[in-house]
C-alpha cells in the first residue's frame, strides 16, 4: 500500500514558495519600428497620363501569429504611424500571445505569458510594387525573439495530488495516491438503509475526496466576521464504534484533523466531551486531552479548544430512571460541579481555551428530557446551583445549550442550533429544517428568537444532511443532503435574519466536523452529485457539468472553474483560474505556453463541496 503523509504546515510553505516564484516571472518583450515613406508617382508609361505609386503590405508574426496590414495611396494607408496603429490594433486581439502599444511608429510587444518561453520568435515582412527598386516602407524587429522573459511555468502539484484525498480522514481504496500514513484502513464511505425506498442521498457519507480549500466562513454570509465552531466527535479507533480508519487516541491523527479545520476555517474545535467520571469513557477522554495537547502547543493558538458537555458524560453517574426526583437533581448538580471542576483545572485556564467577553464557554448537548422525573423547575435548580459553584472560578464560565427556547435564567448565556432530523419518508427526507414540517420552522424560530435576545449568544447551525442509519443507535432518521443543497440552505437561513443592516451573529457552528454514523461528517468534504466532461476544438477548451442526479444538482454549489495544463509527467500548471460557474469555454492560445499539453477543468465547489476535475485533452500549440 502506497503511503503517504500530508503535512499541511509543508504544503502551506510549498504553496507559498510557488507563489512567490510564479511572481518572479517576466513576460517577454521585443519592438518592431515602421519607418520610409509612401514612393511616387512614378511613370511606367512614359508620359505624365500614369501616375504610379507603391503599394504593399507590412506583416509582423510573433510566435506563429500574423498581422498584416496594407499601404497604398489609394487605401489612404501611406503614413508610418497609420501603418504601425493598425498592426498593433490586430497584435491586441484575444488570439494574440502578445499585447501591443504604440509610440509613434514603434510597436512595443509584451507576451501575455511569463516566463522563459515567451520569449517568441519574432519576424516581419514586407512586400510592394515590382515597378519600384524596394519597398516604400521596412518594418525593423529589435531582434529574432522576444527577450527578457525569465522563469518558467510553476506547477502547483502533480495530477494525483490535485485529484487525491486532501483531507484528515483516511482515503477510499480507490485514491490514486494511496492512504494516509497514520491511518490502519481504507474507508470507502457509508451507504444509506437499502429499505428507504426512494432515498435522494444514497451516499451519505462519501470517501474523502479533493475538496474546496475556501473558508466555510464565506458560507455564512457577506462580511461576516464571527468565529465558526466545528463540532467534533472523539471516538473513532473505538471497537463499540465504526471504523473509519484512523484512531483519535493517535497524536498524529488529531494534529492532522487540527491542522485541516484550521485550513478550512474553522476558529474552535468544540469536542463532545463524554467527562471524567466514567471509566468506560476512557478513550474518549485520552483524544479529549489529545486534541486540546495539540492545540495548546501551536503558536498564538490560531484554533480554540471548547468542550461540548455531553449528557453521555453524566448518564452512568446519575441514572435517568429509579432515583426519586430529589436524588436525581442532587446528583446531577454534583456530577455537573465535578465536571467543571475538571474542565476548570485541566483546560480552561489555558489561553487556547474558547472564551467570549474574557470567559470560557461551556456548551451542553442534551436537556432535561433525558431525566423524565425531572420538571423545569428542578433543571433549572440544577443549572444555578452549577453556575453558583463555577462562578467562584477565578474567571466564571458561560453556559449554552441547544436551542428549545431561550430564557432569562442567569445560568443560561445562549443558545446553538441543531440538525432535527425526520423518521425517513420519501417526503420527509426534504424536510431539512424541522422535523415536523417541510418549512424550516425549527431554525427560523431559533434566529428569531436569537434578535429577540440580543444579550445571549446565538449560535447558527451549518449542516449538510442527516442519516443515522450507520449509527448502533439508528433511528431510521434522515435529511437528504440534496447534492450540497442542504448545506447552503443552512448558510441561507442564518443570512435572512443576521448581517447586512441586522445584526451579525457572533458565532456560526458546523453540524459536524466527524459524526460519520449520523452521516453529518463534513471532514470528508461533501458530494454535489457533479462530474466534468471537457473536450477541444482546435484552441478552444470547452466542458460541461454531468448531474448523476438532475433533480438536485445545483450550480449554486460550484464556485468557479480552474483550467489546468499538464506535462507529461503529470506536473500541472494553471492556465486560468476563477473562471465564472457560468462560463464553459476557453481559448487557449494565449493562456498555455508552445508545446504538447494536457489539459484539465477542475470544478472548484463552494466551501467544503468536493471538487472534481474533468478528463484530460490533448492540445498542441
Given at each position: 500500500?502506497?503511503?503517504?503523509?500530508?503535512?499541511?504546515?509543508?504544503?502551506?510553505?510549498?504553496?507559498?514558495?510557488?507563489?512567490?516564484?510564479?511572481?518572479?516571472?517576466?513576460?517577454?518583450?521585443?519592438?518592431?519600428?515602421?519607418?520610409?515613406?509612401?514612393?511616387?508617382?512614378?511613370?511606367?508609361?512614359?508620359?505624365?497620363?500614369?501616375?504610379?505609386?507603391?503599394?504593399?503590405?507590412?506583416?509582423?508574426?510573433?510566435?506563429?501569429?500574423?498581422?498584416?496590414?496594407?499601404?497604398?495611396?489609394a487605401g489612404s494607408q501611406k503614413m508610418t504611424t497609420q501603418l504601425a496603429n493598425a498592426l498593433a490594433a490586430k497584435l491586441n486581439t484575444a488570439a494574440s500571445p502578445v499585447t501591443a502599444t504604440v509610440a509613434k511608429t514603434k510597436i512595443t510587444m509584451t507576451s501575455k505569458f511569463a516566463g522563459a518561453l515567451s520569449n517568441y520568435p519574432l519576424s516581419t515582412a514586407v512586400t510592394y510594387n515590382a515597378q519600384f527598386t524596394k519597398a516604400s516602407f521596412a518594418a525593423t524587429p529589435s531582434g529574432p525573439t522576444l527577450t527578457g522573459g525569465?522563469?518558467?511555468?510553476?506547477?502547483?502539484?502533480?495530477?494525483?495530488?490535485?485529484?487525491?484525498?486532501n483531507t484528515s480522514l483516511c482515503s477510499s481504496s480507490a485514491d490514486p495516491t494511496g492512504n494516509l500514513a497514520y491511518c490502519n484502513a481504507f474507508f470507502d464511505g457509508f451507504n444509506s438503509n437499502p429499505n428507504d425506498i426512494g432515498a435522494q442521498t444514497l451516499i451519505p457519507v462519501s470517501p474523502a475526496g479533493h475538496i474546496s480549500n475556501l473558508s466555510i466562513k464565506q458560507l455564512v454570509y457577506p462580511g461576516w466576521n464571527g468565529r465558526l465552531i466545528c463540532e467534533y466527535q472523539p471516538w473513532f479507533g473505538l471497537s463499540s464504534h465504526k471504523s473509519v480508519g484512523y484512531n483519535e487516541n493517535s497524536s498524529a491523527t488529531v494534529a492532522a484533523q487540527n491542522s485541516f479545520m484550521l485550513t478550512e476555517g474553522c476558529d474552535i474545535n468544540l469536542v463532545d466531551y463524554y467527562g471524567s467520571l466514567d471509566t468506560k469513557q476512557s478513550f474518549n477522554l485520552t483524544t479529549t486531552n489529545t486534541v486540546f495537547g495539540d492545540l495548546n502547543t501551536r503558536t498564538g493558538y490560531p484554533l480554540k479548544f471548547g468542550i461540548l458537555e455531553d449528557k453521555g458524560a453524566l448518564k452512568s453517574t446519575c441514572p435517568t430512571s429509579g432515583q426519586t426526583?430529589?436524588?436525581?437533581?442532587?446528583?446531577?448538580?454534583?456530577?455537573?460541579?465535578?465536571?467543571?471542576?475538571?474542565?476548570?483545572?485541566?483546560?480552561?485556564?489555558?489561553?487556547?481555551?474558547?472564551?467570549?467577553?474574557?470567559?470560557?464557554?461551556?456548551?451542553?448537548?442534551?436537556?432535561?428530557?433525558?431525566?423524565?422525573?425531572?420538571?423545569?423547575?428542578?433543571?433549572?435548580?440544577?443549572?444555578?446551583?452549577?453556575?453558583?459553584?463555577?462562578?467562584?472560578?477565578?474567571?466564571?464560565?458561560?453556559?449554552?445549550?441547544?436551542?428549545?427556547?431561550?430564557?432569562?435564567?442567569?445560568?443560561?448565556?445562549?443558545r446553538y442550533g441543531w440538525v432535527q432530523p425526520p423518521v425517513y419518508s420519501s417526503t420527509q427526507q426534504f424536510w431539512w429544517g424541522s422535523n415536523a414540517s417541510a418549512i424550516p420552522t425549527y431554525l427560523d424560530n431559533f434566529y428569531s428568537a436569537g434578535l429577540n435576545h440580543p444579550s445571549q449568544l446565538t449560535i447558527g447551525a451549518l449542516y449538510k444532511g442527516f442519516d443515522d442509519y450507520n449509527a448502533s443507535w439508528s433511528a431510521n432518521r434522515v435529511v437528504a443532503q440534496q447534492c450540497g443543497q442542504v448545506l447552503l440552505k443552512t448558510a441561507s437561513e442564518i443570512a435572512k435574519y443576521f448581517g447586512g443592516s441586522n445584526p451579525q451573529i457572533p458565532y456560526a457552528q458546523v453540524i459536524t466536523w466527524n459524526d460519520y454514523e449520523e452521516g453529518t461528517a463534513t471532514e470528508d468534504g461533501v458530494d454535489n452529485c457533479y462530474t466534468v466532461n471537457?473536450?477541444?476544438?482546435?484552441?478552444?477548451?470547452?466542458?460541461?457539468?454531468?448531474?448523476?442526479?438532475?433533480?438536485?444538482?445545483?450550480?449554486?454549489?460550484?464556485?468557479?472553474?480552474?483550467?489546468?495544463?499538464?506535462?507529461?509527467?503529470?506536473?500541472?500548471?494553471?492556465a486560468a483560474a476563477n473562471l465564472p460557474v457560468s462560463t464553459n469555454s476557453v481559448d487557449l492560445s494565449s493562456l498555455v505556453p508552445p508545446g504538447t499539453w494536457t489539459m484539465y477543468v477542475e470544478m472548484v465547489g463552494q466551501p467544503l463541496i468536493i471538487n472534481r476535475m474533468s478528463n484530460g485533452v490533448t492540445y498542441i500549440h
Amino acid at each position: 500500500m502506497q503511503v503517504r503523509l500530508r503535512v499541511l504546515a509543508v504544503l502551506f510553505t510549498f504553496l507559498c514558495f510557488a507563489l512567490e516564484a510564479a511572481q518572479a516571472q517576466t513576460p517577454g518583450t521585443g519592438w518592431v519600428n515602421i519607418t520610409g515613406s509612401l514612393q511616387g508617382p512614378i511613370y511606367p508609361c512614359g508620359n505624365s497620363t500614369c501616375p504610379t505609386y507603391d503599394s504593399g503590405q507590412i506583416t509582423i508574426t510573433v510566435n506563429g501569429f500574423t498581422v498584416a496590414t496594407n499601404y497604398s495611396k489609394a487605401g489612404s494607408q501611406k503614413m508610418t504611424t497609420q501603418l504601425a496603429n493598425a498592426l498593433a490594433a490586430k497584435l491586441n486581439t484575444a488570439a494574440s500571445p502578445v499585447t501591443a502599444t504604440v509610440a509613434k511608429t514603434k510597436i512595443t510587444m509584451t507576451s501575455k505569458f511569463a516566463g522563459a518561453l515567451s520569449n517568441y520568435p519574432l519576424s516581419t515582412a514586407v512586400t510592394y510594387n515590382a515597378q519600384f527598386t524596394k519597398a516604400s516602407f521596412a518594418a525593423t524587429p529589435s531582434g529574432p525573439t522576444l527577450t527578457g522573459g525569465t522563469g518558467g511555468p510553476v506547477s502547483i502539484g502533480t495530477l494525483l495530488h490535485q485529484t487525491s484525498n486532501n483531507t484528515s480522514l483516511c482515503s477510499s481504496s480507490a485514491d490514486p495516491t494511496g492512504n494516509l500514513a497514520y491511518c490502519n484502513a481504507f474507508f470507502d464511505g457509508f451507504n444509506s438503509n437499502p429499505n428507504d425506498i426512494g432515498a435522494q442521498t444514497l451516499i451519505p457519507v462519501s470517501p474523502a475526496g479533493h475538496i474546496s480549500n475556501l473558508s466555510i466562513k464565506q458560507l455564512v454570509y457577506p462580511g461576516w466576521n464571527g468565529r465558526l465552531i466545528c463540532e467534533y466527535q472523539p471516538w473513532f479507533g473505538l471497537s463499540s464504534h465504526k471504523s473509519v480508519g484512523y484512531n483519535e487516541n493517535s497524536s498524529a491523527t488529531v494534529a492532522a484533523q487540527n491542522s485541516f479545520m484550521l485550513t478550512e476555517g474553522c476558529d474552535i474545535n468544540l469536542v463532545d466531551y463524554y467527562g471524567s467520571l466514567d471509566t468506560k469513557q476512557s478513550f474518549n477522554l485520552t483524544t479529549t486531552n489529545t486534541v486540546f495537547g495539540d492545540l495548546n502547543t501551536r503558536t498564538g493558538y490560531p484554533l480554540k479548544f471548547g468542550i461540548l458537555e455531553d449528557k453521555g458524560a453524566l448518564k452512568s453517574t446519575c441514572p435517568t430512571s429509579g432515583q426519586t426526583e430529589t436524588a436525581t437533581v442532587s446528583c446531577l448538580q454534583n456530577a455537573l460541579i465535578t465536571e467543571m471542576d475538571y474542565v476548570n483545572a485541566n483546560y480552561a485556564n489555558s489561553p487556547v481555551y474558547w472564551t467570549d467577553a474574557g470567559q470560557p464557554v461551556i456548551a451542553y448537548f442534551g436537556g432535561k428530557s433525558d431525566w423524565p422525573i425531572l420538571t423545569s423547575a428542578d433543571w433549572d435548580s440544577v443549572w444555578a446551583a452549577v453556575k453558583a459553584h463555577t462562578d467562584g472560578y477565578s474567571t466564571p464560565f458561560k453556559y449554552v445549550f441547544q436551542f428549545g427556547s431561550f430564557t432569562a435564567n442567569a445560568y443560561d448565556s445562549g443558545r446553538y442550533g441543531w440538525v432535527q432530523p425526520p423518521v425517513y419518508s420519501s417526503t420527509q427526507q426534504f424536510w431539512w429544517g424541522s422535523n415536523a414540517s417541510a418549512i424550516p420552522t425549527y431554525l427560523d424560530n431559533f434566529y428569531s428568537a436569537g434578535l429577540n435576545h440580543p444579550s445571549q449568544l446565538t449560535i447558527g447551525a451549518l449542516y449538510k444532511g442527516f442519516d443515522d442509519y450507520n449509527a448502533s443507535w439508528s433511528a431510521n432518521r434522515v435529511v437528504a443532503q440534496q447534492c450540497g443543497q442542504v448545506l447552503l440552505k443552512t448558510a441561507s437561513e442564518i443570512a435572512k435574519y443576521f448581517g447586512g443592516s441586522n445584526p451579525q451573529i457572533p458565532y456560526a457552528q458546523v453540524i459536524t466536523w466527524n459524526d460519520y454514523e449520523e452521516g453529518t461528517a463534513t471532514e470528508d468534504g461533501v458530494d454535489n452529485c457533479y462530474t466534468v466532461n471537457s473536450s477541444i476544438t482546435g484552441s478552444t477548451l470547452n466542458w460541461s457539468l454531468i448531474a448523476s442526479d438532475s433533480t438536485y444538482a445545483s450550480t449554486t454549489t460550484v464556485h468557479h472553474f480552474t483550467v489546468y495544463y499538464a506535462d507529461a509527467s503529470g506536473n500541472l500548471y494553471v492556465a486560468a483560474a476563477n473562471l465564472p460557474v457560468s462560463t464553459n469555454s476557453v481559448d487557449l492560445s494565449s493562456l498555455v505556453p508552445p508545446g504538447t499539453w494536457t489539459m484539465y477543468v477542475e470544478m472548484v465547489g463552494q466551501p467544503l463541496i468536493i471538487n472534481r476535475m474533468s478528463n484530460g485533452v490533448t492540445y498542441i500549440h
